[in-house]
């Protein structure tokens, strides 16, 4: 089965900084492309990065590139999101979630999601 | 950016119609959207893929249709369960973009 489960959320300061993990079984890890996608609480949902299998290309939503730093451990797989500079409007539930590959090839719609971790902002 | 946009906001329905919600991108995705849906507390799960391709375990009352801007994710015969917020999702090019989800609650 596989299984997907973030860590890493909480309250913090405007300014500051927080990673989030996110520590995944069940599929070979490295196959995968993996996202982070948030939701604002009671809100729609904001894809925020991308990051390939072998961890050696990213991409990044306009609000938070600059600020946001996707990465990978495929030894322990573990995806990661090191958020700095937080601001009140990233609060949000924050998921992982798999990309999803076919005999046709690797799509980057998303199949599972985590449970997700909940950031605040706030002073 | 693609701007997704869902209609309508919010579908009442009772148990047993059959609903149908609607996706249009700003641009041609061609066939480039998947359809989730997601229960309050809970994170989203796929229930569409490829516009028309059904995820594996997913109910057969569900179907998605359509292609280049306009599409649907049609519920038949709606059962308790169904009762969530959908949403689609273009993956045709960056940033990936969502609609703004469409909430089916009990008439």
């Known amino acids: 089965e596989v299984r997907l489960l973030e860590s890493g959320g909480g309250l913090v300061q405007p300014g500051g900084s927080l990673r989030l993990s996110c520590a995944v079984s069940?599929?070979?890890?490295?196959?995968?492309?993996m996202s982070w996608v948030r939701q604002d609480p009671g809100k729609g949902l904001e894809w925020v990065s991308d990051?390939?299998?072998?961890?050696?290309?990213?991409y990044y939503a306009d609000s938070v590139k600059g600020r946001f730093t996707i990465s990978r451990d495929n030894s322990k797989n573990t995806l990661y999101l090191q958020m700095n500079s937080l601001r009140a409007e990233d609060t949000a539930v924050y998921y992982c979630?798999?990309?999803?590959?076919?005999?046709?090839?690797?799509?980057?719609?998303?199949?599972?999601w985590g449970q997700g971790t909940l950031v605040t902002v706030s002073s | 950016d693609i701007q997704m946009t869902q209609s309508p906001s919010t579908l009442s329905a009772s148990v047993g119609d059959r609903v149908t919600v609607t996706c249009r991108a700003s641009?041609?995705?061609?066939?480039?959207l998947a359809w989730y849906q997601q229960k309050p507390g809970k994170a989203p799960n796929l229930l569409i893929y490829?516009?028309?391709s059904l995820e594996s375990g997913v109910p057969s009352r569900f179907s998605g249709s359509g292609s280049g801007t306009d599409f649907t994710l049609t519920i038949n015969t709606l059962q308790p369960d169904d009762f969530a917020t959908y949403y689609c999702?273009?993956?045709?090019?960056?940033?990936?973009?969502f609609g703004q989800g469409t909430k089916v609650e009990i008439k």
């Open positions: 979630a798999k990309g999803a590959c076919t005999s046709t090839g690797c799509y980057n719609w998303f199949d599972p």
């Open positions: 069940g599929f070979t890890f490295n196959n995968y492309a």
């Open positions: 990051i390939s299998g072998s961890g050696d290309t990213t």
């Open positions: 641009q041609s995705i061609t066939t480039w």
């Open positions: 490829k516009a028309s």
């Open positions: 999702q273009q993956y045709s090019s960056y940033p990936w973009t």
